[in-house]
T-cell receptor, first 112, second 116 residues
């Protein structure tokens, strides 16, 4: 079946350092979505990527969708303590129905 | 916009009790709602997909008689954990979309269920 792998599982950075999490799908995706979950909270939608090779930016966050539409990354420049949380990618492959498959998530901790 | 309310946020009950969790879309009509289960520090595992007016589609390994889902209106879906046991203790989260999963999902706050 469809699988979405995400690495690293955990990252602890110094405030001001950059951070990247990577997502890889076993199948070609229709789109990929990114969510952030703060400790004790629920996932909050960040962005959706649809086109091959697409790059989107939200302030210090840069999202990329691979040319083959099987991988994606989220890069945070100059992390801040407010970036703390778990970042999930979630892929949609219409051949497996209209449901998202979530990656395992990357837990980000930021030392001030 | 796109607010999803989930209730209750926390339940503690005895083994054998049935527990109902509600998921409401407050400011939009949710044609599709999803129910997830999340264990501590783990990812979201899809349990079932619920479409208004039709039977829910359950993922492999999820007992439909154990986890009853009803999506009676475009703004409300319910998950009932029947005869709950300690192994059912978990964080249950619902999400809703307006059209299908191709649209972003809007999540409720989740329900932490503890079965004694």
């Amino acid at each position: 079946g469809q699988q979405v792998m995400q690495i690293p599982q955990y990252q602890h950075v110094q405030e001001g350092e950059d951070f990247t999490t990577y997502c890889n799908s076993s199948t070609t995706l229709s789109n990929i979505q990114w969510y952030k979950q703060r400790p004790g909270g629920h996932p909050v939608f960040l962005i959706q990527l649809v086109k091959s090779g697409e790059v989107k930016k939200q302030k210090r966050l840069t999202f990329q969708f691979g040319e083959a539409k099987k991988n994606s990354s989220l890069h945070i420049t100059a992390t801040q303590t407010t970036d703390v949380g778990t970042y999930f990618c979630a892929g949609l492959d219409e051949e497996y129905g209209n449901k998202l498959v979530f990656g395992a998530g990357t837990i980000l901790r930021v030392k001030s | 916009g796109a607010v999803v309310s989930q209730h209750p946020s926390w339940v503690i009950c005895k083994s054998g009790t049935s527990v109902k969790i509600e998921c409401r879309s407050l400011d939009f009509q949710a044609t599709t709602m999803f129910w997830y289960r999340q264990f501590p520090k783990q990812s979201l595992m899809l349990m079932a997909t619920s479409n208004e007016g039709s039977k829910a589609t359950y993922e492999q390994g999820v007992e439909k008689d154990k986890f009853l889902i009803n999506h009676a209106s475009l703004t409300l879906s319910t998950l009932t954990v029947t005869s709950a046991h300690p192994e059912d203790s978990s964080f249950y989260i619902c999400s809703a979309t307006t059209i299908n999963s191709n649209q972003p999902q809007h999540f409720g706050d989740g329900t932490r269920l503890s079965i004694l």
